[in-house]
């Protein structure tokens, strides 16, 4: 009991280093994540305890780097749950083919082929012309990725089901160029995404958007922090407008639940109200 006491605190001391030396703050992420983040990196690292780390946190930028980059967790697939995609095509495009222009976040976008998976959908659907795609994250070495598009040739068979089971009719092999072992996305694509560097702890609305999807990011904050992340959603989205999240989030333990209709429960799509 002490001693988890001790490490509780430890990390908390550790939290702030980072938050005072490098701006970025995970001092509201959930305890049970950065706690293994944390662990992990000092098993690998070799560190004794996390004082030791602290003080290696604040003498070395490419530790923090290093940490950062752990603590951001970029895990992310084209078309991930395709059942999601499938809905939006179904349930979201037909609103939205509505309007004159239409302005989607995608916050926390890793590496970004979830932005690329709506770029798809967005000319498939004939839309694109008039889309504005902004894809942001506070990593910014998977941004730098993102805008390359180059991925990884293993993963395009996973890609390619997902893509089908989205509701996709097109060949899939055609939004990308083979190269050996990588791919890259068809500059189509890119045309209309803005990558941008925002922080959704330490920055504020930067837009007035129809669409926000962020999904499997809220997951590592906790309460507190969700609840203030959401209230940043609720006032870039126009009334009427849709948040998309992950399959294990949700707004019912937000202050914000009022706020939305459930447009489709299972795929955690809402509505904010007019
Ligand atoms: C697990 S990935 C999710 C990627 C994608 N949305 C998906 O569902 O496949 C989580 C992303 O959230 C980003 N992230 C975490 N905290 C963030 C913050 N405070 N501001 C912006 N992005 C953040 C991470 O850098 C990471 O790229």
Same mark, same amino acid.
């Given at each position: 009991? =002490? ?23 995970? /001092? ?9 983040? #944390?662990?992990? /990196? ?9 004082? @030791? ?14 940490? +950062? ?5 970029t895990?992310t697939e084209m078309f991930?749950? $395709? ?8 349930? %979201? ?6 309007? $004159? ?5 995608h916050?926390?976008c890793s590496t970004g082929e979830e932005a690329y998976s709506m770029a798809i959908i967005m000319q498939e659907?004939?839309?694109y012309?008039?889309?504005?795609i902004?894809a942001?994250d506070?990593? @910014?070495q998977a941004l730098s990725q993102a805008k390359e598009g180059i991925f990884s040739n293993k993963m395009m068979k996973e890609y390619t089901?997902n893509y @089908? +089971?989205?509701?996709g009719?097109e060949s899939f092999s055609g939004y990308y160029t083979a190269n050996y072992d990588s791919v890259i996305m068809n500059k189509s694509l890119k045309m209309n995404i803005v990558w941008?560097?925002?922080? +959704? %702890? ?6 007035? %958007?129809?669409?926000?999807? !962020?999904?499997? %990011? ?7 922090? @969700? ?10 989205? =126009?009334?009427?407008?849709?948040? !998309? ?5 949700? +707004? ?16 955690? #799509? ?5």
């Open positions: 009991m =002490i001693n988890k006491n001790k490490s509780e605190l430890e990390i908390t001391l550790l939290l702030e280093a980072f938050f005072k030396k490098y701006s970025y703050d995970f /001092r509201q992420y959930s305890k049970a994540h950065i706690m293994r983040r #944390i662990m992990n /990196r000092m098993k690998m690292t070799g560190l004794e305890n996390i004082s @030791q780390m602290q003080s290696r946190l604040l003498n070395d930028e490419t530790f923090a780097s290093t940490l +950062l980059q752990d603590l951001s967790i895990v991930r749950d $395709p059942g999601f995609y499938r809905s939006l095509r179904e349930n %979201v495009i037909p609103i939205l083919k509505t309007y $004159p222009f239409i302005k989607i976040w916050a926390g659907e004939g839309l012309e008039r889309t504005t902004y942001t506070f990593n @910014q089901a @089908q +089971l989205s509701g009719k941008a560097n925002h922080n +959704l %702890v330490t920055d504020s609305v930067f837009a007035e %958007v129809h669409l926000i999807l !962020c999904r499997n %990011v809220l997951i590592y904050f906790d309460k507190n922090l @969700q609840n203030k992340v959401q209230k940043l959603f609720l006032n870039s989205l =126009i009334n009427g407008g849709f948040l !998309c999240l992950g399959s294990k989030e949700g +707004l019912r333990f937000t202050d914000l639940s009022e706020e939305y209709t459930e447009l489709d429960k299972k795929q955690r #799509i809402f509505k904010k109200k007019y």
